[in-house]
């Protein structure tokens, strides 16, 4: 009995989990897109860190057509406007990672960053933080 429940869920996690290339793929241009966005942030001298959160992070990625990643920026406190901020450093990217940013307004605004020629997309979430 054991060993045909844990054959049925495993059968059920192969086709609730990504496979492998789609994860490395996405990886990959996670790294990238993290990667550029630091050196943005560097070269303007701005005291933030960039991580990356949800279920992608935790490793709890479902299968989909068109994935969605969450890159967290937190910024230091002393900062205002960091929505502001996040978009000014996203729109100077935007020519070279060849990628739509939209502004997404909510009770704190932040940005959905798609690239050319790929599906899924970026949600990148300004936080703050707190001393």
């Given at each position: 009995m054991l060993n045909k429940l844990?054959?049925?869920?495993?059968e059920q996690i192969k086709i609730i989990r990504p496979d492998i290339l789609a994860?490395?793929?996405l990886e990959k241009?996670?790294?990238d897109f993290i990667d550029k966005l630091k050196q943005e942030i560097l070269k303007s001298k701005t005291n933030a860190d960039v991580f990356v959160?949800?279920?992608?992070?935790?490793?709890t990625l479902l299968r989909s057509d068109n994935y969605d990643v969450d890159?967290?920026?937190?910024?230091?406190?002393k900062y205002k406007d960091i929505s502001d901020l996040l978009e000014k450093f996203l729109n100077r990217l935007r020519e070279s990672?060849?990628?739509?940013v939209e502004r997404v307004h909510g009770s704190r605004d932040y940005f959905i960053v798609r690239l050319?020629?790929?599906?899924?997309?970026?949600e990148v979430i300004p936080v703050m933080l707190f001393q």
């Amino acid at each position: 009995m054991l060993n045909k429940l844990s054959r049925v869920v495993n059968e059920q996690i192969k086709i609730i989990r990504p496979d492998i290339l789609a994860l490395k793929e996405l990886e990959k241009r996670s790294k990238d897109f993290i990667d550029k966005l630091k050196q943005e942030i560097l070269k303007s001298k701005t005291n933030a860190d960039v991580f990356v959160g949800g279920s992608f992070a935790k490793g709890t990625l479902l299968r989909s057509d068109n994935y969605d990643v969450d890159i967290f920026v937190r910024f230091d406190s002393k900062y205002k406007d960091i929505s502001d901020l996040l978009e000014k450093f996203l729109n100077r990217l935007r020519e070279s990672l060849k990628a739509r940013v939209e502004r997404v307004h909510g009770s704190r605004d932040y940005f959905i960053v798609r690239l050319e020629n790929t599906s899924g997309y970026f949600e990148v979430i300004p936080v703050m933080l707190f001393q």
